[in-house]
């Protein structure tokens, strides 16, 4: 017979049931932000046949003009962050965005379906600074990692099935339809995170104890983050990789249907669904090796993993934008993605575990900020750019050429992340 469960077991039970909810439903809100991020891509064709746009204005919508008012008001919003309630933060910055998404289906041309995007950048600045802050006070660091990328399962999976939706919905009712069903059922998770998700204690899952009664301000996120070197690798790394998988994201179905005569629906339904699968199990069992590597060998091991990881990833992805061939393109896409994505999770809880707990928020909007200032800001603009520089000489195949350029630069990244992890490695010897 079994002897009764104790009430600090009870309770301790409860309590990880409580993490696991937060986690998942910060995740979920996580999800609808890239849907709501990156619904233009599979809308793309059709919104410029539409509004009559160019390659260049629709790289603006969902790069820099989108990337200026997120990364921006990031630090704004992660000032307040790291002082008040960081719940009701994330749970209004997802209606916010939500109802902008939904929004953008009204529009009638570039300005006004800008001016939506924007609106959706604004809210989207409140999401993720909070969200690594509460995830990084619930999990200690060397369960870090996995904690985190369940969290940025949101980007794969967002992605994935703002695609699959996307496609399907625009191609039997418009794109119009589309951004409605994408953004509007963001209301809802709203009002539940309002609802359900605690607020916990800052650094409760640290040995350093949280000043509570310390009030850092931005400035000091700023001198603490640019006096660490390996942090300062690691945003390096980060913003390089976004530039190239924005680039990619913003453009990637378009390159599928002008190069290789893809449709919507074959993209929505036969290569989202695997992609979505592959990015969730690249981001579950990376986060799961970085733990691991951290207990067996330190923390400076999550960076050196990222860097083996995509060193593999990138004569795949290489292969994906030379190939001639659909399915030889579709198959190096699958595996580029398995190693190429597993990065998030482990430059997540990096940052956050060399951040000062008081400000975790602040490091996570300046890594952001820096990440999207450039990754996004940048990368769709210049594959855009570069495209409609290039289509004169190479008409449809203008895309494949610009993104290839892109994808060329990813040693930099590599060197970064190693270096990351050299700078880690010393300064653990040193303690």
């Known amino acids: ?183 509007l059922p963001g209301l809802l998770l709203a009002l539940i ?64 249907m002008r190069s290789f005569g893809l449709t919507k629906l074959d993209i929505a339904l036969k290569i989202a669904p695997m992609a979505a699968v592959i990015l969730g199990f690249a981001a579950v069992a990376s986060g799961r090796l970085a733990d691991q590597l951290t207990r067996s060998r330190g923390l400076y091991a999550q960076a050196w993993m990222v860097a083996v990881l995509k060193s593999i990833a990138l004569p795949f992805t290489i292969t994906f934008y030379l190939a001639s061939t659909t399915q030889f393109a579709v198959t190096a896409y699958f595996v580029a993605i398995l190693f190429s994505t597993a990065y998030l999770g482990a430059t997540f809880s990096l940052i956050q575990s060399e951040a000062p707990v008081r400000l975790r928020a602040t490091w996570a909007a300046i890594t952001l900020l820096i990440n999207n200032m450039i990754g996004l800001g940048l990368g769709p603009v210049a594959v855009g750019a570069i495209s409609d520089v290039l289509k004169p000489t190479y008409g449809t195949e203008s895309l494949r050429y610009a993104m290839f350029t892109f994808a060329a630069i990813t040693p930099w990244a590599i060197f970064h992340y190693w270096r990351a992890g050299v700078l880690l490695k010393r300064a653990s010897a040193r303690r």
Not at 241 to 251: E, K, L, V
Request: proline share 4%; hydrophobic share 50%.
């Open 193 to 256: 995170i309002w609802l359900v998700v605690p607020e916990p204690k800052r650094g409760m899952s640290d040995a350093q104890v949280a000043m509570e009664d310390a009030k850092p301000t931005v400035a000091d996120g700023f001198a603490t983050l640019f006096s660490n070197r390996a942090a300062l690798h690691v945003i390096a790394g980060f913003t390089l990789t976004s530039m190239i998988g924005y680039g990619h994201t913003a453009f990637g179905p378009a390159y599928l």
């Open 1 to 183: 017979m079994s002897s009764p469960t104790s009430l600090p077991e009870v309770q301790a039970t409860f309590a990880a049931k409580r993490r696991a909810l937060t986690v998942l439903l910060l995740t979920l809100a996580y999800f609808f932000s890239y849907m709501d991020r990156q619904i233009l891509a599979i809308l793309n064709e059709d919104i410029i046949r539409d509004l009559h746009l160019s390659d260049a204005q629709m790289a603006m919508l969902g790069g820099l003009a989108f990337a200026i008012f997120y990364a921006g008001l990031g630090i704004p919003v992660a000032w307040l962050a790291d002082r008040s309630n960081r719940v009701r933060i994330i749970a209004i910055a997802l209606a916010v965005w939500s109802a902008f998404t939904a929004l953008g289906g009204l529009a009638q041309n570039f300005w006004q379906l800008l001016g939506a995007r924007i609106g959706v950048g604004i809210g989207e600045a409140g999401s993720s600074p909070p969200s690594h802050s509460i995830i990084a006070d619930l999990y200690p660091p060397e369960k870090r990692a996995s904690a985190l990328s369940i969290y940025s399962l949101g980007v794969g999976l967002g992605a994935a099935f703002g695609t699959i939706i996307g496609g399907v919905v625009a191609t039997h009712y418009g794109w119009r339809v589309a951004m409605y069903v994408i953004g």
